[in-house]
C-alpha cells in the first residue's frame, strides 16, 4: 500500500468525524443534556458539569464507514477487519448504553458492572469463534523464545485481553485529551506493524481510528467542547487488544499500552490497601487524578502521559520490529 493510499482512510475518517461532530455538540447543547461529573472527583472538575458527551460514537462511525468502503476498494475486508470492526461496535454499543443511562437519567453511574462484563465476555467469545475458524495459531508469540501454544487456555487469554483493556482504556479517559492522544499513539505503533508485516486489512483500520481520533481531539482538547464517553473508550481498547492479537503481537500492548495499565494497576492497588488498611496509596485514583492533586495542570498531565506513551511505543518498535 502506498503512502497516498494510506492517507485516504485517514482524510475520510478524518473528515466525517470533523464535520458531523459540530453538529453532535450542537444537538446536545440544543437539549441542554450533559455529562455528570464525579462528586469525588477532584473539585475543578465541577466546571465540565454539562459538556456534551457521547463523542465517540461520531468517530466509531466514521472508523466503520471509512474501513468499509476502503477495505473493499483495496480487497482487504478479511474476516479478521470485520472480526475487529464487530468488537468496535459491539463494546460501543455497551458504552452507549452506559453513557445514555448516566445522561439521560441524569446519574454517574450507567450498567452495573456485570452487565457490561458480560456483554464483553459474549463479544470475546464470538471473536475467538471466528479466530479459531480462520485457523489462527492458539499461541503467544514471544520474543526471543518463540512460540508459546496454549490451547484451551489461549481462549481463556483473548478474553481477558479484550475485556481487561477495554477497561483500562475506559478507566483512562478522565481528562481532556488524554486517551485521544494516547490512543493515537498505539493505534498509529500498530499501524506501523501492520505496514512491516503486509497486513494491509489491518493496517486500513488503524489509519481510519487514527483520523477519527485526530479530529475528534479538535474539539476534545483541554477545554473540552464534547467528551468521548464510555462508547469511545470501551471500544477503543477493546480493538486495541483485538488488533494486538490479530498480528500475534499480544504482550506488545503491554509496553505499548502501558500508560493503561498502569492507570488500571493503580485503581487495583488504591482499592486493595484501602480495603486491607484503610489508607490511601494514591491522593486519587486513576493516577491522573493523583498527578493533578499534586498540582500539576491538567494540560501538564496529559502532554506527560502523552509522552510518556510514545516513549513506550518508541522502545518497542526499536527493540522489536
Known amino acids: 500500500m502506498q503512502f497516498t493510499q494510506m492517507l485516504i482512510p485517514v482524510v475520510s475518517s478524518f473528515a466525517i468525524t470533523f464535520i458531523v461532530l459540530p453538529l453532535f455538540i450542537g444537538y446536545f447543547r440544543m437539549k441542554k443534556e450533559g455529562q455528570m461529573i464525579r462528586e469525588e472527583g477532584p473539585k475543578w472538575h465541577e ?53 445514555s443511562i448516566k445522561l439521560f437519567e441524569k446519574r454517574n453511574l450507567g450498567l452495573r458492572a456485570w452487565q457490561k462484563l458480560l456483554g464483553q465476555i459474549v463479544g470475546g467469545l464470538i471473536f475467538t469463534a471466528v479466530y479459531i475458524h480462520e485457523g489462527l495459531p492458539l499461541a503467544i508469540d514471544l520474543p526471543v523464545i518463540g512460540r508459546l501454544h496454549l490451547s484451551v487456555l489461549y481462549i481463556i487469554f483473548i478474553l481477558i485481553w479484550l475485556v481487561g483493556f477495554s477497561n483500562a482504556v475506559n478507566l483512562t479517559d478522565g481528562l481532556d485529551g488524554l486517551v485521544a492522544g494516547t490512543a493515537t499513539i498505539a493505534f498509529a505503533t500498530y499501524a506501523i506493524i501492520a505496514y512491516k508485516e503486509g497486513r494491509t486489512d489491518i493496517l486500513i483500520f488503524c489509519l481510519t481510528v487514527i483520523g477519527g481520533l485526530i479530529a475528534f481531539f479538535w474539539f ?61 496509596v494514591f491522593r486519587m485514583s486513576p493516577i491522573h487524578h493523583h498527578f493533578e492533586m499534586l498540582g500539576w495542570s491538567e494540560w501538564r498531565v496529559v502532554l506527560t502521559f502523552w509522552g510518556f506513551g510514545l516513549l513506550c511505543a518508541i522502545i518497542y518498535l526499536v527493540a522489536f520490529l
Not at 55 to 75: D, E, K, M, R
Not at 258 to 268: D, G, H, K
Open 220 to 280: 476534545n482538547h483541554k477545554p473540552a467542547k464534547i467528551f468521548m464517553g464510555d462508547v469511545g473508550s470501551l471500544a477503543l481498547g477493546g480493538a486495541l487488544a483485538a488488533v494486538s492479537i490479530l498480528l500475534h503481537r499480544e504482550l506488545s500492548l503491554l509496553l505499548i499500552g502501558l500508560v493503561f495499565v498502569i492507570e488500571t494497576a493503580s485503581v487495583m492497588i488504591q482499592v486493595s490497601v484501602f480495603k486491607l488498611t484503610g489508607k490511601r
Open 47 to 99: 466546571k465540565k458539569s454539562g459538556t456534551p458527551t457521547m463523542g465517540g460514537l461520531v468517530f466509531l462511525i466514521a472508523t466503520v464507514i471509512s474501513t468499509i468502503w476502503v477495505g473493499y476498494w483495496q480487497h482487504q475486508m478479511t474476516a479478521q477487519v470485520w472480526i475487529i470492526l464487530f468488537i468496535l461496535a459491539l463494546y460501543g454499543a455497551l458504552g452507549f448504553m452506559d453513557d
